[in-house]
């Protein structure tokens, strides 16, 4: 029998940073645990989308860049050996009888399993391209969408477009390593947390708002000059650049798992307090589930999995009393 036809108690799907606390945290609870991540490696958009941006908001954990997090959480989900699954994406659900579930994959591999955690964050995610005729030529060279590595713009202008969390908080930790920053924002409010764009404000980053990026110039596939645009007056303001990034979000795509009947919201899945879906069996954390006064931070989507975990162990279980379960009543020791 291979891990295909073998039934299991929860099938996590996505790899994410919360896919991985829940898998932990199942393995705790002693279910028989999956994962299977629609990428070819575990951690999800951090480590492919912001490797080396630090993260703050984790209790305990002063700062940490995303690719050691990813790392740690890796680790973390292993302890108690879930089998998992990467490159392949659920396309089709089936229940049966029984209450269990075959999720069917995009290269017809079939899992069985008895409840289903949702850990898909917003899906499939694409960077919101720049709206500009000529700005995919750019694009493999100094044009970017993200970054990966902060020592590559070491020295150089970089002007960044965007005024949400990611935007800001690259503005912060380029400012000691590039020769100066820009940033343009087509509004005068940002979006991101206060006390980072207080700390942007307050240092060398030249804040522009409203502006928009207007025209990009260059040769040889790399941007040299950027004409900038207030959104109000309508005046240009030419740039020198050595490198541009943009952030203007992602474009979401929940896929096939949109149209499985279960209730959306939103563009996201809704569940009760107990990270149910209206499907039995079905539950949901971290970016993907909506419920009222959810936290949008990792440490909100922690908490989110051990609920969903207690409440697939009593799914299964429903007669079985449900002991409190602590970290500190495991011995993880060899």
């Not at 690719?67 to 229940?95: N, R, S, W, Y």
């Not at 309508?234 to 096939?256: C, M, W």
Request: hydrophobic content about 35%; proline content about 4%.
């Amino acid at each position: 029998m291979t891990h295909q036809d073998e039934l299991y108690d929860v099938t996590i799907i996505g790899g994410g940073p919360v896919g991985l606390f829940t898998a932990f945290y199942s393995g705790m609870r002693e279910m028989k645990t999956k994962i299977i991540e629609y990428l070819p490696f575990l951690g999800g958009k951090v480590p492919y989308f912001y490797p080396e941006k630090i993260i703050r908001d984790i209790g305990g954990i002063p700062s940490i860049s995303g690719e050691k997090l990813t790392e740690q959480l890796i680790e973390q989900a292993m302890t108690f050996d879930p089998t998992v699954v990467l490159g392949e994406q659920c396309m089709h659900l089936e229940q049966h009888d029984d209450g269990t579930f075959t999720l069917t994959n995009d290269n017809g591999a079939k899992h069985h399993t008895r409840t289903i955690i949702l850990a898909t964050g917003f899906g499939t995610l694409k960077s919101v391209k720049l709206d500009l005729p000529n700005a995919s030529q750019f694009e493999e060279n100094n044009l970017d969408y993200t970054i990966k590595r902060l020592e590559h713009y070491r020295g150089k202008h970089v002007l960044i477009s965007g005024g949400g969390n990611s935007a800001v908080d690259w503005a912060n930790e380029l400012e000691p390593i590039a020769e100066k920053v820009t940033l343009i924002y087509r509004k005068t409010d940002f979006k991101g947390i206060e006390s980072n764009i207080t700390k942007m404000k307050n240092s060398s980053v030249d804040v522009k708002t409203p502006y928009v990026i207007e025209e990009l110039a260059g040769k040889e596939g790399h941007v040299e000059t950027v004409t900038i645009q207030n959104v109000e007056t309508k005046e240009t303001e030419q740039l020198s650049v050595d490198a541009v990034i943009v952030n203007h979000g992602f474009e979401i795509d929940l896929g096939p798992i949109a149209e499985w009947g279960m209730k959306m919201k939103n563009g996201s899945v809704q569940v009760d307090q107990e990270m149910a879906t209206t499907i039995p069996g079905i539950f949901a954390v971290g970016d993907i589930a909506n419920f009222e006064n959810k936290l949008p931070l990792i440490a909100g989507g922690f908490n989110e999995g051990p609920i969903a975990v207690n409440s697939a162990k009593l799914h299964i279980h429903p007669k079985e009393e449900l002991a409190h379960l602590f970290s500190t009543n495991m011995d993880f020791s060899e």
